[in-house]
């Protein structure tokens, strides 16, 4: 099988995946990743979860018909929290890696206790997020607390590629999170996009320094583990990454630029 690499599927609902593509660029140099953004779609955080999870179902139904993927790799922490469950039930056969809010690292991390979790107001009221917090919560030494804040507005300025609008929104959100709960010393960045925009939650954070957690390394990690044992069915010759979006390929190829300082080739598809 010399020559060959295992399709790794990353999907994201647009740019924000493109933080753990880095991750699993590094992770599996060998594999070829071919990426799928929604951004007809984007940004997730704010439509409603019956829709997001069937909107996933039929794109992932309709990717494999297009591409055998080895694993995929729901690089999106709101289609993890809405979908990944109805995808796993779907596509037993297939590897499934999702991403979610790195609350327990967090909490081994904190000084404090005291934890702060940036996300999409859809991951923040899913089902799976609450499951998550509570149990985090239950294994942390007592008097632990997690305080949540929806990011409004911030994946969105982030996708379209509005740096000065990513800045005042992490300004505006950080500070109402640190009003409610000034001990925080740890923030989770709970969506994908927010990690590209570190040096705006840095300079945010001012003179209360944070530590920061993105899990994407996690992510990358975990696939690792999960490839090494998946089958060698459909395997590309070439490990050249494929780019897919739903919406305007030119956002896509932008953001690789901005991003990843490369440029991307990217095939729209029917959305």
């Known amino acids: 099988m010399s020559g060959f690499a295992p399709v790794v599927g990353v999907f994201d609902s647009g740019v924000g995946g493109l933080s753990v593509w ?3 660029r590094g992770a599996l140099p060998h594999a070829r990743l071919s990426y799928l953004a929604d951004n007809a779609w984007a940004p997730y955080g704010e439509r409603p979860a019956e829709a997001l ?3 996933l179902l039929t ?8 591409e055998p993927l080895n694993l995929l790799v729901l690089a999106c922490n709101t289609a993890t929290a809405v979908g990944i469950d109805a995808l796993r039930a779907e596509h037993r056969e ?5 991403i979610e809010p790195a609350i327990r690292p967090a909490l081994a991390a904190s000084r404090s206790g005291r934890v702060g979790v940036v996300a999409t107001r859809a991951t923040l009221n899913s089902a799976r997020y609450q499951a998550l917090r509570a149990a985090c919560l239950a294994r942390a030494p007592g008097g632990a607390t997690v305080h949540e804040r929806a ?8 996708e379209r590629g509005d740096g000065a609008a990513a800045e005042a929104l992490c300004r505006s959100h950080l500070q109402a999170l640190l009003d409610e709960a000034p001990a925080i010393d740890t923030l989770v960045l709970g969506c994908t996009h927010y990690p590209l925009v570190l040096g705006s939650w840095r300079a945010a954070s001012g003179a209360q320094p944070l530590t920061l957690i993105d899990p994407a390394q996690a992510v990358a990690h975990r ?12 395997l590309a010759l070439k490990n050249e990454p494929i780019w897919h979006c739903t919406g305007h390929a030119e956002a896509l190829s932008r953001a690789t630029r901005q991003w990843l300082g490369r440029p991307a080739e990217v095939r729209p598809l029917q959305s």
Do not use: F, Y
């Open 22 to 24: 880095r991750a699993l």
């Open 53 to 55: 999870r069937e909107r």
């Open 59 to 66: 794109l992932v139904r309709d990717w494999r018909a297009r």
């Open 94 to 98: 297939l590897p499934i890696v999702g």
């Open 151 to 158: 990011a409004d507005g911030l994946a969105a300025a982030i």
């Open 223 to 234: 696939a690792l583990g999960l490839l090494s044992g998946a089958a060698a069915s459909g």
